[in-house]
């Protein structure tokens, strides 16, 4: 976050920023805003304080683009500490730091794989999911109840990085709404421990990963089918209703019409077609 950029113009803008630990996600956005001199501006998948990693930040138009994004499995670098407990699951809230018993590195590997399935568990109160609008973290640190319900989370692929004792780092790809901290706290349970979270880092959202801020093509990343349209372009930019008749594709479903300059979100249902976004600018 060394450079400033000037944009005059408020053009749309999608890129993937690094957010620090201790800050919250939403702070991270204005300093965002403020480095790109645009107000208009929105971020995907929110990190707590606590976490840091890459975050997707859209401007302009492309913050009407989130829903469709290619965004999971997310992936994350977590270091779980044997033998300390928090009230948090992470180093904001220790309770007390215990020795404990050295593991061998083959027993840990074999723990983690047994995780790499569908788990019923329930999130940390200070997780970022929001109950009536706010989110947890916030209600819990101001030492108010918090009461979630169990969640599911899908751990696709786990991985062993190293072990020095206490701590073990891994990596592990979920699904949408999985909270790592939870993922600690049954891994240090499973090998008969207790432990909490000293680092957790963001790797990637599905195919967003941190590139030194490089503008992406928001084309590049939508989870949409291509429908071939064979009418008239100045329809689209001026939204005017237009005819099933004119597209390739007729069944059901959200679709892409792309043009050189922008591109459009339809929706065919019962032969009726209808705009979810529409004349979204490309540059």
Same mark, same amino acid.
């Given at each position: 976050m060394?450079k400033?950029?000037?944009?005059?113009?408020?053009l749309?803008?999608l890129?993937?920023?690094?957010?620090?630990?201790?800050i919250?996600?939403?702070y991270?956005?204005?300093k965002?805003?403020?480095?790109?001199?645009?107000? *208009?501006?929105? #971020?995907?998948?929110?990190?707590? =304080? @606590?976490a840091c990693?890459?975050?997707? $930040?859209?401007? !302009?138009? %492309?913050?009407?683009?989130?829903?469709?994004?290619?965004?999971?499995?997310?992936?994350?670098?977590?270091?779980?500490?044997?033998?300390?407990r928090?009230y948090s699951?992470?180093?904001?809230?220790?309770i007390d730091?215990?020795?404990?018993?050295?593991?061998?590195?083959?027993f840990?590997?074999?723990?983690?794989?047994?995780l790499?399935t569908?788990?019923?568990?329930?999130?940390?109160?200070?997780?970022?999911?929001?109950?009536?609008?706010?989110?947890?973290?916030?209600l819990?640190?101001?030492?108010?109840?918090?009461?979630?319900k169990?969640?599911?989370?899908?751990v696709? *692929?786990?991985? #062993?990085?190293?072990y020095?004792? =206490? @701590?073990?780092?891994?990596?592990?790809? $979920?699904?949408? !709404?999985? %909270?790592?901290?939870?993922?600690?706290?049954?891994?240090?349970k499973?090998?008969?421990?207790?432990?909490t979270l000293?680092?957790?880092?963001?790797?990637n959202?599905?195919?967003?990963?941190?590139?030194?801020?490089?503008?992406l093509?928001?084309?590049?990343?939508?989870d949409?089918?291509?429908?071939?349209?064979?009418?008239?372009?100045e329809?689209?930019e001026?939204g005017?209703?237009?005819?099933?008749?004119?597209l390739?594709?007729?069944?059901?479903?959200?679709?892409?019409?792309i043009?050189?300059?922008?591109?459009?979100?339809?929706?065919?249902e019962n032969f009726?077609? *209808?705009?979810?976004?529409?004349?979204?600018?490309?540059?």
């Amino acid at each position: 976050m060394q450079k400033r950029f000037y944009n005059k113009d408020k053009l749309n803008k999608l890129v993937v920023v690094y957010k620090p630990i201790y800050i919250s996600s939403n702070y991270f956005l204005n300093k965002i805003k403020r480095m790109y001199k645009n107000k *208009k501006a929105g #971020f995907s998948g929110t990190l707590d =304080p @606590f976490a840091c990693g890459c975050l997707i $930040v859209a401007f !302009g138009q %492309y913050t009407k683009l989130f829903k469709y994004f290619k965004k999971t499995p997310k992936t994350y670098r977590a270091v779980l500490w044997l033998g300390a407990r928090s009230y948090s699951d992470d180093l904001e809230n220790i309770i007390d730091i215990k020795n404990s018993k050295i593991l061998g590195v083959d027993f840990i590997k074999e723990k983690l794989q047994k995780l790499q399935t569908s788990i019923i568990y329930k999130p940390s109160i200070y997780c970022a999911k929001k109950i009536n609008g706010v989110r947890a973290y916030t209600l819990a640190r101001k030492g108010e109840l918090v009461t979630l319900k169990d969640e599911i989370m899908t751990v696709s *692929k786990i991985k #062993f990085i190293s072990y020095s004792h =206490p @701590f073990i780092t891994f990596e592990a790809s $979920v699904s949408e !709404g999985s %909270y790592i901290r939870s993922l600690g706290q049954i891994l240090a349970k499973r090998l008969n421990s207790v432990g909490t979270l000293s680092c957790l880092e963001r790797l990637n959202e599905g195919e967003f990963f941190y590139d030194n801020l490089n503008s992406l093509d928001p084309l590049d990343y939508l989870d949409l089918e291509q429908n071939i349209y064979t009418g008239t372009k100045e329809w689209l930019e001026d939204g005017k209703k237009i005819s099933i008749e004119h597209l390739k594709n007729k069944s059901n479903g959200k679709y892409l019409i792309i043009f050189d300059d922008f591109f459009s979100i339809i929706e065919i249902e019962n032969f009726l077609v *209808k705009y979810i976004l529409n004349k979204v600018m490309r540059k």
